[in-house]
């Protein structure tokens, strides 16, 4: 049986550093290699639907709903695309429509909201709650998020100025740009994966995860979660609710905490989960951590406690 590095004995810290790197850098490349995939094609696809009208066609039919958040119509596109794929096929989208940074940022935040349903609705469904109303609250919630954040955030809309950015150059032109913008995405995308990795390595390593349990059980109070979903609450958080499913499925199976709790958690993960690795990742758009964060934690918060009120309703 191959031995992991938590089974080592007798190695410094540096050496179970040097380990944890060794032992993420070529899984991060397989990763990365297999998003670029992904991210790429998805990206050039696009740049062809916007170059030849197709992203202005699908714009005049849904720009009215739209535009009543602010943004333009082509983000549905980046929606529909976030709902069936995952962040980095979003992260392929944006890329290519290079929308300007506050409307980017709403968007890209209503994507961390509603994203991989197929998956993470399983998740969801599997620890105790209801697939339908897992996303009938992300999609709601979603659109709150985008509504509110258009009424806050500094700066204006540019629903005028995005129509067909690419008429007047070129096809030349525009393929010259689209290569030098996804050549960008594809080094910052290699360089975070790796890091993201690493990072997750050294969590698992050095039992960072289960050391920080402790001191988040009084957060728990305020996020109006019970003690006992605090660790699940952490793996969703720093690994997201794909890779950190088995542990939260895991949790419930061995009665660690019961359906009842792990569905106030989903109330609260569904709408804010991987808060290490997905907003990183629209680093590379040039988006603020800030926005990108506290939105989701609070749009969370709010329906937690609105799960919490509408049982205590139905308990009389």
């Known amino acids: ?7 080592q004995k007798n190695i410094s810290n540096t050496q179970r550093l040097a380990n944890c790197i060794k032992e993420a850098v070529p899984q991060g490349i397989k990763t990365a290699i297999w998003l670029l995939k992904i991210t790429i094609p998805v990206s050039f696809a696009v740049m062809l639907l916007d170059y030849f009208g197709g992203l202005e066609f699908i714009a005049q039919y849904t720009s009215p709903i739209f535009k009543l958040i602010g943004l333009p119509g082509v983000a549905a596109i980046v929606i529909i695309t976030s709902i069936f794929t995952n962040i980095y096929s979003v992260i392929a989208v944006l890329t290519a429509l290079a929308l300007p940074v506050r409307d980017g940022t709403i968007i890209a935040i209503m994507c961390l909201v509603s994203h991989g349903f ?9 620890t105790g709650s209801s697939a339908f109303r897992m996303i009938l609250l992300r999609l709601i919630s979603s ?3 985008g509504w509110g954040l258009n009424l806050i955030m500094p700066g204006d809309s540019s629903i005028s100025e995005f129509a067909a950015a690419n008429k007047q150059l070129i096809f030349s032109d525009v393929l010259i740009d689209w290569f030098f913008l996804i050549s960008k995405t594809v080094l910052k ?3 975070l994966v790796n890091l993201l990795l690493i990072l997750q390595k050294i969590l698992e390593e050095f039992k960072i995860i289960k050391w920080l349990e402790k001191p988040l059980k009084p957060l728990m109070i305020i996020f109006g979660l019970p003690k006992q979903t605090s660790f699940s609450w952490i793996v969703a958080n720093t690994l997201g609710l794909a890779y950190g ?3 939260m499925i895991n949790q419930v199976k061995e009665g660690k905490m019961t359906k009842k709790q792990a569905d106030l ?7 804010s989960h991987s808060q290490l690795e997905d907003p990183l ?3 590379t758009l040039g988006y603020s951590l800030f926005w990108l964060i506290i939105p989701r934690v609070i749009i969370a918060i709010i329906a937690v406690w609105i799960r919490k009120i509408e049982i205590h309703l139905r308990s009389f």
Not at 1 to 7: D, G, L, S
Not at 118 to 126: D, F, N, R
Not at 265 to 271: F, K, R
Request: charge should be positive.
């Open 1 to 7: 049986m191959k031995k992991t590095i938590a089974n």
């Open 281 to 283: 990742l629209f680093l």
């Open 118 to 126: 197929i998956i993470e609705t399983a998740v969801l469904k599997k």
């Open 265 to 271: 958690l989903n109330h609260h993960i569904a709408l």
């Open 245 to 247: 499913s088995a542990v």
């Open 189 to 191: 995308i290699l360089i």
């Open 143 to 145: 659109f709150l998020v």
